[in-house]
């Protein structure tokens, strides 16, 4: 097989695993099986940004999102022991009709919009793209200030997380 | 590879994300619907980022990555204290602001 239709039918397969995953995510009832439909979604992102040549940012999407992440989502439902979802109430009917149908319009306007360009053929990337070395020398040269910025919200996060969820002493 | 499938897939999963925020009742699981959403839209930056050929793309997927951990820590903090007050985390119980 060549090399175009080996990475067309890995992206195949991918495209596949996130769709089904979200779908997963969005329709169980029990929320611990959606955190792992979600780390299947996560792991599956991290393939399409590997297939994109993004090997940096597919080893961080495995790191932060599928590690960091779905631990804490994990960690807090089975802190919280919660159960099934309930039902809906009878406002809540007209929601569960109408969101699916608004949702299939932003997705037909979207991929309307992204169709109608035109057919573009895939970039080869030169060498050195996507590697931890490249992407870190773009945001310690031009993002250092808005790097330094998120580092301080990170800060704002982990204290603003500590003094919500602690107990009132 | 066109690299317009992976922008349509993009779309789908931020649509399926919506779908979720709208039609779930549980706080924990409107969150995970948003990390779709987030997900979504860094498939189709990191996208871009392979036509332009240049890392500054990559580096706002960084950024998205950073925000989302802070939003995932905030956001399940609130569910926390919202499930001491009221034991329960239905977003439908909660209409004190609600008219």
Redesign the interface.
């Known amino acids: 097989m060549s090399g175009?239709a080996l990475?067309?039918a890995a992206?195949f397969v991918l495209?596949v695993l996130?769709?089904a995953s979200?779908?997963v995510?969005?329709t169980h009832r029990n929320?611990v099986v959606?955190?792992l439909a979600?780390a299947f979604?996560?792991v599956g992102?991290a393939g399409?940004?590997l297939l994109?040549?993004?090997q940096?940012?597919a080893l961080?999407?495995v790191i932060?999102?599928a590690g960091?992440?779905m631990v804490?989502?994990l960690f807090?439902?089975m802190?919280?022991n919660?159960g099934e979802?309930?039902r809906?109430?009878s406002h809540?009917r007209i929601?569960?009709w109408l969101?699916?149908v608004?949702?299939?319009a932003?997705?037909a306007v979207?991929?309307k919009a992204?169709?109608s360009?035109p057919?573009?053929?895939?970039?080869t990337?030169?060498s050195g793209?996507?590697t931890a070395g490249?992407?870190g020398?773009?945001?310690f040269a031009?993002?250092f200030y808005?790097f330094e910025v998120?580092s301080l919200?990170?800060v704002?996060?982990?204290i603003?997380?500590?003094l919500?969820?602690k107990?009132r002493v | 590879?066109?690299?317009?499938?992976?922008?349509?897939?993009s779309?789908?999963?931020?649509?399926?994300?919506?779908?979720?925020v709208?039609?779930?009742?549980?706080a924990?699981?409107i969150?995970?619907?948003i990390?779709?959403m987030l997900?979504a839209g860094?498939?189709a930056f990191?996208?871009f980022?392979?036509?332009a050929?240049?890392?500054?793309a990559?580096?706002y997927?960084?950024?998205v990555?950073?925000?989302?951990?802070?939003?995932?820590?905030?956001g399940?903090?609130?569910?926390?204290?919202l499930?001491?007050l009221r034991e329960s985390?239905?977003i439908?119980q909660i209409r004190l602001l609600k008219w």
């Open positions: 175009g990475e067309a992206f495209a996130t769709v979200a779908l995510v969005i929320p959606c955190a979600l979604h996560l992102i399409l940004f994109l040549g993004s940096f940012l961080l999407q932060v999102y960091a992440i804490l989502i807090v439902v802190l919280l919660l979802e309930t809906a109430g809540g929601q569960a969101a699916p608004l949702a299939l932003l997705a979207l991929g992204v169709l360009g057919a573009q053929a895939a970039v990337p030169g793209y996507g490249t992407v020398q773009e945001l031009r993002f808005p998120l919200l990170l704002a996060a982990m603003g997380a500590v919500l969820a107990k | 590879m066109d690299p317009r499938y992976v922008l349509l897939l779309a789908v999963l931020f649509s399926l994300g919506v779908v979720g709208l039609l779930r009742r549980g924990i699981t969150l995970m619907c990390e779709l997900n860094n498939l990191v996208t980022a392979r036509q050929g240049t890392a500054e990559q580096v997927v960084f950024f990555m950073t925000l989302a951990a802070a939003e995932a820590a905030v399940l903090a609130i569910t926390i204290a499930f001491r985390t239905d439908d």
